[in-house]
């Protein structure tokens, strides 16, 4: 499996903060079948983003780890101004492996109301937004139809694999298997942060796709796509389903 969001980088985020926390999630991550995974630190406005330190201690942990788990760097991106405009400049700072696709995480208490312009702006710039974690996120999860829209223009989806197993909670389980089967999922991953609660396991999750969705989805969701962005290749996904808008009975 290729998990594509990690916090396995110590003392840059809410992440690994010691050496020792990081080796311990890479381990996991490689016992639990993980042959890839991608550090993704927050670039927001609380955690300032260092691709050069960054890139450093990747180098370290894979030193430490030797061939049981191969590192990759890329970022955990919040819509900002500057963000925007530095990836704007250089993308190969984010993106993962210096390609094109783009981690975006979305604030929970606002989306831009130009969002959808500044996806489209990035597109046009060969770089493709993934948005992390859309079942976590209620106002995101309130206007699905505007996510299907995302994914017809050229975005992609990722489910965290906990939220799939109830690991958030039953809101979320149900928020991730809703888009499951409206087809807006195209990577699932462990948003890992530590080894205990938020750990780099991937196989409860793998388990359950297999099992309910079928293991050719289970491959494509957590190996064939992901390992796609490792080297920038176009994925080509399912047209999402339209979500039925439910009808208020109160009209004025």
């Known amino acids: 499996m290729v998990d594509i969001h990690s916090h396995i980088v110590y003392g840059v985020d809410d992440g690994a903060q010691t050496i020792e926390d ?20 927050h670039s927001d406005n609380k955690y300032t983003y260092y691709p050069e330190l960054i890139a450093e201690r ?12 191969r590192i990759h760097r890329g970022c955990d991106f919040h819509l900002h101004f500057d963000n925007i405009r530095n990836c704007e400049e250089d993308r190969s700072r984010f993106t993962i492996n210096g390609q094109r696709y783009l981690m975006v995480e979305f604030s929970e208490i606002n989306i831009p109301k130009n969002i959808t312009l500044v996806f489209h702006d990035m597109l046009r710039r060969d770089i493709t937004p993934v948005v992390t974690h859309p ?7 309130a206007r699905v139809n505007q996510m299907v829209e995302w994914v017809r223009s050229g975005c992609l989806m990722q489910v965290t694999a906990q939220s799939l197993i109830g690991g958030f909670g039953k809101k979320a389980e149900e928020a991730a298997k809703k888009l499951m089967r409206h087809k807006l999922v195209h990577f699932i991953a462990s948003d890992a942060h530590d080894t205990e609660f938020r750990p780099p396991d991937l196989r409860p999750a793998w388990d359950l796709v297999a099992s309910d969705y079928g293991e050719k989805t289970a491959e494509l969701l957590f ?30």
Do not use: H
């Open 223 to 252: 190996n064939t796509n992901p390992r796609m962005t490792l080297t920038g290749e176009y994925i080509e996904c399912e047209d999402p389903d339209d979500v039925p808008v439910k009808k208020s009975w109160f009209r004025w």
């Open 58 to 69: 990747i180098a370290e942990l894979q030193a430490a780890m030797g061939d049981r788990i």
């Open 22 to 41: 990081s080796l311990a999630m890479l381990r996991m991550a490689a016992e639990c079948g993980t042959t890839d995974i991608v550090a993704t630190p």
């Open 135 to 141: 079942e976590r996120n209620a106002l995101l999860m």
